[in-house]
């Protein structure tokens, strides 16, 4: 009986112990994907990129649309065209894909490194303000939720900072402006001397999932 009722304190000791650690030691988690393009700088870098990426965009689908004529072409004269035509309209087309899949990758090369050094500028800045606000407020660990490699299986809403974040940004940042969507990259078509694909913009990605919440 004595054994078991010191056995009951020990549990109850250490039962206090965890729930004051729990009180003082905070921790947070964020989605750090979400609170970089929906900061008003992340906005505006977005626009300014999706501006840039934009003619270069318009080019390859118009490259595109050129091949698909001569596809076109082609096919539709298999009987009429002669067979020495018909193998020039195939080098043509040919040519004109290698070029446009050169030109889709040079596009890309150029857009990711922009994204790269846009993505480092704010990382930099947000990493500041997340560092101040987790030291304001007594966090000792802040988890990103918005990576995959991060092995958070349940996480409560209410330690989520990801709009906190967001605001102290903007607050500090002191800049405006309009929403806009991320800038999408241009599809990469796949090399072909006769079926030549069109070349579809990829969509604009979407903010990465949430980890499953709950109280």
Do not use: C, H, W
């Amino acid at each position: 009986m004595k054994a078991y009722v010191i056995g009951l304190s020990v549990l109850a000791l250490t039962a206090g112990n965890l729930a004051q650690a729990q009180t003082s030691a905070k921790v947070g988690i964020i989605n750090i994907q979400m609170a970089l393009v929906n900061t008003k700088d992340g906005q505006k870098a977005a626009g300014d990129l999706e501006a840039k990426s934009q003619p270069k965009r318009k080019a390859i689908e118009a490259k595109q649309n050129e091949i698909n004529q001569l596809k076109d072409q082609l096919q539709k004269g298999q009987n009429a065209l002669s067979d020495a035509a018909k193998q020039e309209l195939v080098r043509n087309i040919d040519t004109k894909q290698k070029s446009l899949t050169r030109d889709t990758e040079d596009a890309q090369a150029e857009l990711d490194g922009d994204q790269q050094k846009i993505l480092q500028d704010l990382g930099g800045k947000m990493m500041a303000v997340i560092d101040k606000y987790a030291k304001d407020n007594g966090f000792i660990l802040i988890l990103d939720v918005s990576s995959p490699q991060t092995p958070v299986l349940f996480a409560s809403t209410t330690i989520d900072i990801t709009k906190d974040i967001i605001d102290l940004y903007d607050k500090n940042a002191g800049t405006a402006a309009p929403a806009t969507s991320v800038p999408t990259k241009p599809a990469t078509p796949t090399p072909t001397s006769t079926t030549p694909r069109p070349v579809t913009p990829a969509k604009p990605p979407a903010p990465a999932t949430q980890k499953p919440v709950g109280q």
